[in-house]
């Protein structure tokens, strides 16, 4: 025999004054009786159960468009009462899951949360990335590009030299010309900074150091460099990058849930190496494109492997814990990958230059200096 | 009613006992107060359900492109406040993902849309520098207003879906008035290097707590700003030499200051939390998550919770009969941009 009384307590939702009552499980609904004797009807289509799925809750009713009336009764055994009374009536109350089947959904979901991230990260955030790069109108992409580069290399920092500069653009010229068809003009600028280095800045503009140009012992070492970051230009890769950054931390967002306080130093840094890897697969994709650009071109592609030997002489072999840190594959992976490559397309290398030409070119920083 | 003093008849004002010789016999006094009552909330829910919850909101999150965010944290809010039960009966949460998402979509339109349009201006389009500047000017102002209207925002829409006993909190304080507090405030300590927190952050606790009511009670405020400068200036002092711990001192001693300063009708609260143990919270807390590699954040955000609660009492007579309904809508007042912007902000 289903108990169908049971003690309560009421709240009438204008006072916070609890009114024990008694609440009785009718056939269509639940009566409610105060100490005073007055009575309240709540059919069970109106009744909404706000607590009690959780063990020690009391169970909560409200009504539903009520002004906040509730009914509370400790008991929670009242909620097996109410399911079958209700359910004579052909209402529902949602009762305690079985806790089985709460750590089970739980892990199911939690490896399809795992799943879903992965291929997000792995698939669909370069994807979409590499989609909406292309989108980018060329025009912002170039300011963006000229403003990265007007604060890295202010103008006073330039080494401007109308002779050599002409040496370089003749070198960009044959690459160019065997490259995909690019929205904006390539524009090489050297900066005179000691730095061993070279990147790409959105918007076609190559940035060469001075510490590297002195470097280069030919003239096809210096089309490799630039053979390598052509392919960033063409691909967009710095616009890919700002857009694959803002995206991952968006799906770090979502996974973490509230990013706040400790967790949001970890979600940067899971981002910075996200950001890492992405750039890693761009530059291999650079390395590949670079040398096939150069095979194009008909410059002997074994002049980019002899760069990059000659940084790895310079920098020593990357400790295993470091690859994951940095933004360049390790020295010695990317030549073994080249060599892969070079070896199955062999090329007659045609000279782009006499060697005095390009010892002169090397000097571009040596001349006259525009005015600061 | 006490029939002394001259031409006293029955009055509902106890009048004060006239000066007067004192008697031979010491008169019964009044018979002692009884000691006042400390309430305290409990928090009775377990990380463990926090985690199912949190993980079957981040699936349908990801399956949703992101979309499902707002009903999730809606869920776990319904969750925290359904758990934390005081004299007996548990809060409720009246909010919607629906709510959220809605007020998201306003904060976009009028805030982030703007700055981002901006930043285009500033940073990616071709155009004259001095238009460039201007840019750069709106998304400053544009961020420094902002902020003070997604706090009152978050506050007025989280205080109006609460409720106890079935009576809802509000919060009433206006946009406008927060804004110009945060914005003389950041000026002021900016200007004196610092110094003038302390009075920035007491004008914006005393602000947000003396307009949140609950039902028809307001809660009041009392503090001074001037009574937490010390305690900063001596923070600021030992920064170095104690490396940095000194801070969590003044931490605690500042949340001991707002809620011993914070009052609901005749009953006061009183919070006893002190450095050491706020240190020991952080400290198990960082390790937890640390040694979870983050997986174990519902686990510290319901410890938190619960140390919160453990060491905040309400003292004093609480007239749960005087406490009257008095819900209004959350945009009620205001037209325009006003109240546009005042209400559903909840982005925290």
């Known amino acids: 025999m289903t108990r169908t009384t049971w003690p309560a307590h009421y709240l009438d939702g204008q006072s916070a004054v609890r009114h024990p009552a008694t609440a009785r499980l009718m056939r269509e609904g639940l009566e409610v009786t105060l100490a005073d004797g007055s009575a309240r009807f709540w059919p069970y289509r109106e009744i909404r159960q706000t607590l009690g799925a959780y063990e020690g809750e009391a169970v909560r009713l409200e009504r539903r468009g009520g002004p906040g009336e509730a009914l509370v009764i400790d008991d929670r055994g009242a909620l097996a009462s109410l399911a079958e009374v209700a359910a004579e009536a052909g209402h529902g109350f949602g009762g305690p899951r079985p806790r089985g089947w709460r750590v089970g959904g739980t892990v199911a979901a939690g490896l399809g949360a795992i799943g879903l991230a992965a291929a997000l990260y792995l698939w669909g955030i370069p994807g979409v990335a590499g989609l909406l790069a292309a989108w980018v109108p ?9 403003r990265a580069v007007g604060v890295l290399v202010p103008a006073g920092q330039r080494c401007v030299d109308a ?148 940084m790895l002489a310079e920098e020593g072999r990357t400790p295993g814990a470091l690859r994951y840190l940095s933004t360049h594959p390790a020295t010695e992976d990317r030549i073994a990958r080249l060599r892969a490559l070079a070896a199955a397309t062999p090329v007659r290398g045609e000279p782009l230059m006499s060697a005095e030409a390009w010892t002169d070119a090397r000097r571009i920083c040596q001349g006259r200096r525009p005015a600061p | 009613m006490d029939a002394r003093g001259p031409g006293s008849s029955a009055s509902l004002f106890r009048k004060p006992a ?96 703007p700055i981002l349009g901006l930043s ?21 102002v544009l961020v420094l207003v902002f902020i003070p209207v997604a706090m009152v925002g978050a506050r007025r829409y989280r205080l109006s879906r609460a409720s106890w006993r079935g009576i809802r909190l509000s919060f009433r304080g206006r946009a406008g008035q927060f804004i110009g507090i945060f914005l003389r405030g950041t000026l002021l300590v900016g200007v004196t290097f610092g110094l003038y927190y302390p009075w920035f952050a007491t004008e914006r606790q005393a602000f947000m707590v003396s307009h949140s009511h609950f039902g028809n009670e307001r809660f009041a405020f009392d503090g001074k700003g001037r009574d937490l400068f010390w305690p900063f200036l001596l923070a600021v002092l030992l920064t170095l030499p104690t490396l940095g711990l000194g801070w969590v001192w003044f931490i605690a001693r500042r949340r001991r200051f707002f809620w011993n300063h914070t009052a609901f009708g005749e009953a006061r609260f009183r919070s006893t939390v002190t450095g050491s143990a706020l240190l020991g919270l952080w400290l198990l807390n960082a390790l937890l998550l640390v040694g979870t590699l983050g997986l174990g954040w519902p686990w510290v955000r319901v410890r938190t919770l619960q140390f919160t609660l453990r060491y905040l009492a309400l003292e004093g007579p609480l007239d749960v009969e005087r406490i009257r309904q008095q819900a ?14 005042d209400t559903g902000f909840d982005l925290g």
Request: glycine share 12%; aromatic share 8%.
């Open chain 1, 163 to 310: 002779g050599r500069e002409a040496a370089l653009a003749a070198i960009v010229e044959r690459l160019a010309a065997v490259a995909p068809p690019l929205p904006y003009r390539l524009q090489v600028i050297v900066a005179d900074q000691p730095a061993p280095n070279a990147f790409a800045a959105p918007g076609g503009f190559i940035v060469l150091y001075r510490g590297l140009v002195a470097r280069l012992a030919t003239p096809e070492e210096m089309a490799a460099v630039l053979a390598h970051e052509i392919p960033h230009v063409a691909r967009r890769h710095a616009t890919r990058h700002l857009i694959q950054h803002a995206s991952t931390g968006l799906l770090l967002a979502v996974v973490i849930g509230d990013v706040a306080g400790p967790l949001a130093y970890g979600a940067e840094a899971a981002r910075l190496l996200g950001a890492l890897s992405h750039s890693r697969a761009a530059e291999e994709e650079a390395d590949r494109e670079g040398l096939r650009l150069l095979a194009a071109a008909r410059i002997d592609p074994a002049a980019m492997i002899a760069v990059l030997e000659g």
């Open chain 2, 328 to 341: 209004r809508e959350a945009s009620a007042t205001g037209e325009g941009l006003a109240s546009f912007l």
């Open chain 2, 120 to 140: 285009l201006i500033r940073d990616v389009l071709d155009v004259d520098p001095g238009l460039k500047g201007l840019a750069a000017f709106g998304i400053s």
């Open chain 1, 138 to 146: 060329a025009g912002w992409e170039q300011e963006l590009g000229r």
């Open chain 2, 18 to 113: 006239p000066p007067g010789p004192p008697p031979a016999a010491a008169r019964p006094g009044p018979p002692p107060a009884a000691p006042p009552a400390v309430r305290r909330a409990r928090f009775h829910g377990s990380g463990g359900t926090l985690f199912g919850l949190s993980v079957v909101n981040v699936l349908r999150t990801l399956l949703t492109l992101g979309v499902y965010y707002f009903w999730g944290k809606t869920r776990i809010r319904r969750y925290l406040f359904g758990q934390t039960e005081f004299e007996g009966d548990r809060f409720g949460y009246h909010g919607t993902g629906a709510e959220l998402c809605w007020g998201f979509a306003r904060a976009f339109v009028v805030f982030f849309v």
